[in-house]
């Protein structure tokens, strides 16, 4: 039971990250909010044009679409060939921790003890917070180093390296990630919080009733 309850542990925060990273990647509202709030409708003089080549990106990296080879140049389409793979792998993966996780939770229903169960996701919850508010802090003050070393770390290449004149650099200046990641982690933050607190109210309750 405790193995369980360890994997559980383990798996939970990536799996919560990842869930809603792959629900934000593909979320075109949150891009138009931010092409909004960074002024990128104004950076490339047209709305409508802006809307579409981001919807057709997400089809991209979602569905298989094709890219807008007049708007995006080949160096840049070769570099989003990379993220796709990258979104991919990110896919599989969180299908990988959700059933992970899915498979330990069903474990501890089946074992019929409620308050081994509501201490699993205390603890899971409380590692999660701990977890996103240490990374939280860490890209707040070293983002640019952080962001860096991802590009690094992610490629193979250097095809990510794009001159600033690029539609794909000006369609996604750096803020935007910065304010993707606060997104996740905001989400991720909430959840993992709401789950504490029911756990810890449920095991409250639990014990009162021993008393």
């Known amino acids: 039971m405790k193995a369980i309850s360890y994997l559980f542990f383990i798996?939970?925060?990536?799996?919560?990250?990842?869930?809603?990273?792959?629900f934000l990647i593909f979320n075109h509202g949150f891009y138009k909010s931010q092409f909004e709030k960074l002024n990128v409708y104004e950076t490339f003089g047209s709305k409508g044009n802006v809307d579409d080549q981001s919807e057709k990106l997400?089809?991209?990296?979602?569905?298989?679409?094709?890219?807008?080879?007049?708007?995006?140049?080949?160096?840049e389409r070769l570099h989003l060939a990379d993220v796709k793979k990258i979104i991919t792998f990110n896919q599989a993966a969180s299908i990988l921790f959700v059933g992970l996780v899915l498979v330990g939770l069903l474990i501890l229903i089946l074992k019929k003890d409620e308050k081994e169960f509501a201490k699993t996701v205390l603890g899971a919850s409380a590692i999660t917070v701990c977890a996103i508010i240490f990374l939280w802090l860490?890209?707040?003050?070293?983002f640019d180093w952080i962001f860096l070393k991802f590009h690094y770390l992610t490629f193979d290449n250097d095809l990510w390296q794009l001159p600033e004149?690029?539609?794909?650099?000006?369609?996604?200046?750096?803020?935007?990630?910065?304010?993707?990641?606060?997104?996740?982690a905001i989400q991720?933050?909430?959840?993992?919080?709401?789950?504490?607190?029911?756990?810890?109210?449920?095991?409250?309750?639990?014990?009162?009733?021993?008393?």
């Open 11 to 22: 798996f939970f925060a990536p799996a919560l990250i990842l869930i809603n990273f792959n």
């Open 138 to 142: 860490s890209a707040l003050f070293n």
């Open 165 to 184: 004149s690029a539609n794909l650099i000006k369609l996604f200046p750096q803020q935007f990630f910065v304010n993707f990641a606060n997104r996740v």
């Open 188 to 211: 991720t933050l909430v959840i993992s919080a709401g789950l504490f607190l029911v756990s810890f109210y449920f095991l409250k309750r639990h014990d009162s009733k021993k008393h």
């Open 58 to 75: 997400i089809g991209y990296l979602c569905c298989g679409k094709e890219l807008d080879s007049d708007f995006f140049g080949e160096r």
